[in-house]
């Protein structure tokens, strides 16, 4: 076992560890009626999923970092000695899953020294650079070994050094022991669920743990994204929007002229999480109901006629829908790093599944959208909000907003944005924030949403937008929103009241969100990166007015971080 340095003095780790620092989020308790009313063999069920959901946050932690595992040891040798230091330095691991992370002020938190986060993060080799990376990629390919590169450069695999070349071996394989554990409990999660095509899924995901073979995962992931009447929710989240090191290559233009003459794509490395959770049927009713606007809002995108979409705009829609409440998010999906996710549309473009007949699937996280405290949230409004638009703000729209975030998601092009290589995610994430607000007038029209719903929604998305520092580039999430700030202050959507207070100009914000929205689908059908890296660079500008908001928040909120407390998970590993 590796011995480490603490960063952070013990009175530092007092205060981020503090309630008013690290918020905290409740996932279901262990006499939350949503268990108690699940059928028998269902809770049974439950017990192995979160088990297996375990399992995969250990293969995310070596993911992430390959010090993660020797360091959370150490942690808990050191807690057996008594140390106060690591018991305050295990809160902010387990909340941000992981040694090194960012908080909501853009701090890198990196909780021993000498241990930074790697652009490859655990995925290549420690003392390989982006230089070094490129050069041995191209000796390889001018060597001729084009099938070794691709492997490389598949989202799907671990490099190791192997004498002067790279090595790629395919995660399943990698990971061998701890992936068939968590496929033995999803095997015995199937033995006893109530539900036949939740099982299979189940199984078939056992499969794709075992094997390494990405169809094994489409087979999974295909009919994943079929189930819509299940009590129970199991999800493997593969994304990967933090490998810095493998969409790199695009940025070597002998490299990238050498990658388009073989024929081989850029995909950056996928992290692993598990989601576990009860499907909540209300609200699962209530998301259902945009479902039969998804091909008219396909046939509204931009450049629609210039590629192909997941949503097709004469058929109905491959997409299920379901709100959850969470049992627990482990691994990537459950790390707290400034912010964490309120839903998820999955499986993302580079996944097989879609290319055999594959929908998509979105899942929606009752107990991280919740507000718990309503006092906190008025004293951010009379801080930030214009008062005569305070009636017009709503937690609740934040969660409409989302639903159309995420669809939008399955809209526009959904090939041969990779070229875009690390602005790609934050072009995405744009994309999805002005899909959804782009199409309020239509839905309004349709009957989706009432004029006031409307209003509500764009209010309080301007009101929520703005953050209490400038990120980096690398937080793909919170770039885009400087960058819509920074969009709809230039366009007259958003200003300042002579007291320092957000003002929507309603009559602007859907204008103004479609303009911006053009302007994004155009970039990933051109799939240029210099035109993306432009478009970025000159939006992404922290403005004067996004000053003045963030210096107010942090006077009334003190919050750096946040955390997951998972009470009924914590049980049924128990038992």
């Given at each position: ?10 009175n530092?780790?007092k ?8 918020v ?34 250990k293969?995310?932690f ?14 808990e040798?050191e ?5 106060e ?14 040694m ?10 990196n ?10 993060k655990g995925?290549y ?6 230089e ?8 390889m ?5 084009k099938?070794?590169?691709?492997k490389?450069?598949?989202?799907r ?14 995660y399943?394989?990698?990971?061998s ?29 056992a ?10 995962d489409a087979?999974a ?30 940025e ?11 024929d ?17 049927k209300?609200g ?10 998804l091909?008219l809002l396909?046939a509204?995108?931009?450049y ?23 049992v ?9 790093r400034?912010g ?16 055999i007949g594959?929908?998509?699937?979105n899942?929606?996280h009752r ?34 907003f989302?639903i ?29 924030d002005?899909g959804?607000?782009a ?29 209490k ?19 709809f ?6 200003e300042l ?18 303009k911006m ?53 914590r ?5």
């Open positions: 076992m590796e011995d480490f340095v603490f960063t952070y003095t013990l530092e780790l205060k981020r560890t503090h309630k008013d620092y690290l905290t989020k409740k996932m279901l308790s262990e006499d939350a009626p949503e268990y108690l009313n699940l059928a028998e063999g269902d809770q049974k069920a439950l017990k192995n999923l979160v088990k297996a959901a375990f399992f995969i946050e293969v995310n070596q993911l992430d970092n390959k010090h993660n595992l020797d360091f959370r040891d150490f942690l040798s807690i057996l000695k008594g140390n230091i690591a018991e305050h330095t295990k809160i902010l691991f387990e909340a941000q899953k992981g090194c992370a960012i908080d909501r002020e853009t701090t890198k938190i909780l021993a020294k000498n241990i930074k986060e790697l652009p490859g995925l080799p420690e003392d390989l650079t982006k070094e990376f490129h050069e041995i990629l191209i000796k390919l001018k060597a001729g070994k099938e070794e590169v691709r490389i450069l598949n989202q695999s671990i490099i190791e050094r192997k004498d002067d070349e790279l090595v790629a071996i395919d399943v394989t990698y990971f022991d701890d992936l068939r554990k968590a496929a033995e409990k999803l095997e015995l999660a199937a033995d006893t669920s109530t539900n036949k095509e939740f099982n299979e899924y189940l199984r078939l995901q499969v794709a743990l075992r094997e390494a073979d990405p169809m094994l087979y992931d295909k009919k994943w994204a079929e189930l819509q009447d299940t009590p129970l929710e199991f999800t493997i989240t593969r994304e990967n929007y933090s490998d810095e090191m493998t969409e790199s290559v695009i070597n233009e002998e490299l990238k002229k050498l990658l388009e003459e073989n081989i794509p850029v995909i950056s490395k996928d992290f692993l999480g598990a989601r576990v959770g009860i499907v909540n209300e699962t009713n209530a998301l259902l109901k945009i479902k039969e606007y091909p396909a509204n995108m931009p629609h006629e210039e590629y192909e979409q997941n949503i097709s705009k004469t058929s109905e829609a491959k997409q299920t829908m379901v709100d959850v409440d969470i627990v998010l482990a691994g990537d999906v459950g790390a707290y400034a964490i996710t309120l839903a998820e549309n999955l499986p993302n473009d580079d996944k097989l599944s879609l290319t594959g929908g998509r699937r899942v929606y107990q991280i959208r919740f507000i718990s405290d309503r006092e906190k949230l008025q004293k951010r409004l009379d801080a930030v909000l214009d008062k005569e638009q305070h009636q017009y703000y709503l937690d609740e729209a934040d969660h409409w989302t159309g975030h995420e669809n939008t998601h399955s809209l526009g092009p959904n090939k041969g944005t990779e070229a875009l290589g690390k602005y790609k995610s934050i072009i995405e994430e744009n994309k999805a002005m959804a607000l199409f309020l007038d239509i839905l309004e029209e349709k009957g989706m949403y009432t004029h006031e719903q409307v209003l509500q929604m764009l209010v309080s998305f301007a009101a929520d937008n703005f953050l520092s400038k990120p980096t580039l690398s937080q793909a999430h919170r770039v885009r929103s400087v960058m819509q700030n920074k969009y202050i230039e366009n007259g959507a958003i009241t002579n007291d320092g207070k957000i003002h929507v100009n309603i009559d602007k914000m859907i204008p103004t969100a479609k929205l053009s302007e994004i689908v155009r970039i990933q059908i051109d799939g240029d990166f210099a035109k993306g890296e432009k478009y970025v660079l000159d939006n992404f500008i922290w403005t004067d007015e996004m000053e003045t908001i963030a210096q107010k928040l942090k006077e009334i909120d003190k919050s750096l971080n946040g955390r997951t407390d998972a009470p009924l998970a049980m049924l590993l128990k038992s």
